[in-house]
């Protein structure tokens, strides 16, 4: 195990990747992801911990928040941190590439990191058509959004708490399709249920500047069903459910889905 070795701008960017799939409460030395990173890098588990709370002093979701990480950051840091930031369509899966090389992942498997849990890798069934006319590029970027913004929620559904994860979705506050720019970042994503991420690209919910939930009228009009009510109508203006660590969604994006998705009327 390397002491004292310089950090390269590669391994930055595998620990930035790292830092955008945890709270900040969990960048902890003894956290299993950071245990299992550290040890493909070549490292202790706390010169990872610890470059990652130097990270933490950059970030200005956390600064939001009142959370302050480590003063230590060196000018390297930085560079790598506005590298990272300046194109996340590009640099995110080229990250998310060498965080698989690290582990050996094939080409059609998935790699999660879970925290309390580690590194895990789903092996999957050959792909069909329709999944091999998107680009690699893309799904990492997809896989790494997805990771990350589950786990900026604890692994739970911001609405109900559903902690299923297979039935959770990092839904994009801003779409996908229009906002090139804001495709990777983490606090344009929502964890919610299936239904709930359904509800919300359509415009049945939304959330207001405290965010919490709205309904939309089309939705109260088939209150009192039953499903409807208790899948919607029991959390209305409930605020959303995330960690106390956690990156807060962009308020501005959440506004712009308010003012030009919602069905208001």
Known sequence: MANGRRWTHDEL??????YHKLTFGQMDRRQPAVIAIAEKLGRTAS?????????????PALQLRGIKGLPGASAQDRTVWNDFHSNLNETVPATENALRDLFGVDEADTLEVLP?????????????????????QQRRGQAYFRNAVLN???????????AVRELLIASHILPWGTHVAERLNVRNGLSLSRLHDAAFDLGLITFDDQMRLLLSPRLRAELPQRSVAESFAAYAGQ?????DDAAFPDPVFLAEHHTHTFRAG
């Open 13 to 18: 960017l595998v620990a930035l990747n790292l």
């Open 47 to 59: 010169s990872l911990a610890m470059k990652l709370c130097n990270f933490a002093s950059f970030d």
């Open 116 to 136: 309390g849990e580690g590194v895990r890798v789903l092996r999957s069934p050959p792909n069909g058509p329709t999944e091999r006319t998107v680009s690699t």
């Open 152 to 162: 900026n929620f604890g692994g739970r559904c911001g609405v109900t708490g559903l």
């Open 239 to 243: 605020p959303l459910q995330l960690p």
